[in-house]
């Protein structure tokens, strides 16, 4: 007679597929009662306990026999399912399998979607985009006052404006005449117009002029006592008063114009009273 | 890579499950000359106390005392094994209920997950 071998330390209970693994061993004892092979190695094993002992007594109980018979068959046929058990543990193993395959591509497909969100959170968002785009644009259309300071004082011919210059006005509308071109042309339109009158009165003017050049010899013919030193000095007033009244011509513009004017006169009145002699006398017209 | 290794070596637990049923089956059934079924063995045993009688030493206790030790260790087995107690606890039709219903779950699984496939695909 053999002996089983010595239970395999590989049937732990740490490596068990099933919620055995939480069970107390209370629990596990209430639900082995209830296991059929169980019932039946129990029910043998005391029935041939009993059986033994009733021989060993010389008291031998027949009906034991039959409850022996009658285990040993129930314990067979229990047995005999075991092939069954065998092909539900395969299909349950093999469930298992299918179960866990699917239950990770379900988890990768899950962790990719889960970036994918993570990775389009951390994209801007299109409107937010769209509406920097826009802003940025307008930023680009409007050009900085400071830059176009900067340009205009690079082009400008003064650092600072001009004390007449009047803020409300724009343009070169804010001096007090007209631009030089505007005046020239002014003129030579009016001279167009004014034609005739204007030579008419050039041809008389050179024949007063005549008149008054021969009345002057004459008074200079009679007046004898001028020296050629004093003419030398008259000669050299007129040259200056003729030289300043082309000056006025290019008038140069001034802050106080007039007070300069005056100011030029008073510092050399013996010139201006020169001049009015010399050249231009408003009794003669 | 040992770990690997040592996972190949190690047993499942479908087939640590399925060792403990194989062991019961060979421990209960006749699986050499020498490993008999009961009823023989005992047929044997009260044959040779009938045939001598007065033998002190031919005791049924001590013929049978196989036959205990190995629905002993039957039952240790069992008892060590919860997976093994969870799975011969049920009935085989009771298993069959429960593996179409989880052939059914597994179904309804695979449908969502190729669903979801095919409107990550069209996305």
């Known amino acids: 007679m053999s002996t089983p071998g010595p239970v395999p330390s590989s049937t732990s209970v740490a490596t068990l597929p099933f ?29 041939i306990q009993q059986l033994s002992k009733s021989v060993d007594t ?37 469930l298992d399998k299918e179960q866990k395959n699917i239950d990770n591509k379900t988890r990768e497909i899950l962790e990719t979607l889960n970036t994918c969100y993570n990775s389009l959170n951390e994209l801007p968002m299109l409107e937010q985009v769209e509406f920097e785009q826009k802003v940025m644009l307008k930023q680009r259309e409007k050009i900085h006052s400071k830059v176009v300071l900067d340009y205009a004082m690079k082009l400008a011919k003064f650092t600072r404006f001009p004390p007449t210059f009047d803020k409300s006005m724009i343009g070169p509308n804010n001096f007090i005449w007209p631009a030089e071109d505007s005046l020239r042309k002014g003129m030579l339109a009016m001279a167009s117009l004014k034609k005739k009158e204007l030579l008419l009165d050039a041809l008389d003017e050179d024949n007063v002029n005549n008149d008054n050049n021969t009345s002057k ?9 001028d020296s050629v030193d004093d003419r030398f000095n008259n000669k050299e007033q007129v040259q200056d008063a003729t030289e300043d009244t082309e000056r006025r011509g290019s008038f140069e513009f001034t802050a106080n114009g007039k007070e300069d004017s005056e100011t030029k006169s008073e510092e050399n009145p013996d010139l201006e009273l020169d001049l009015d002699l010399d050249l231009f006398n408003p009794d003669e017209f | 890579m040992t770990g690997d290794t040592e996972k190949e070596q190690e047993p499942s637990s479908g087939e640590q499950q399925l060792n403990v049923l194989k062991r019961i089956h060979e421990i209960l059934t006749k699986h050499s000359s020498t490993q008999t079924e009961f009823i023989p063995l005992l047929y044997h045993s009260l044959k040779q106390i009938s045939k001598h009688p007065n033998n002190s030493s031919n005791s049924l206790d001590a013929a049978t005392s196989s036959i205990r030790h190995r629905l002993k260790t039957a039952k240790t087995l069992l008892q060590q094994d919860p997976a093994a107690i969870e799975l011969v606890s049920k009935t085989p039709e009771q298993w069959q209920l429960h593996i179409q ?9 695979t449908k969502h997950l190729q669903r979801l496939r095919e409107s990550i695909q069209k996305q």
């Open chain 1, 19 to 47: 919620s055995a693994q939480d069970k107390t061993q209370e629990q596990v004892s209430e639900e082995l009662q209830s296991v059929g092979i169980y019932q039946d190695l129990e029910r043998y094993e005391e029935t």
């Open chain 1, 58 to 94: 010389f008291k031998p109980d027949l009906s034991l026999i039959d409850k022996v018979i009658e285990c040993d068959k129930k314990l067979y046929e229990t047995l005999e399912e075991f092939d069954e058990y065998y092909k539900i543990e395969e299909e349950l193993s093999r």
């Open chain 1, 217 to 225: 010899i004459d008074e200079m013919r009679n007046t004898n006592e």
């Open chain 2, 101 to 109: 219903e989880k052939k059914i779950e597994l179904e309804k699984k």
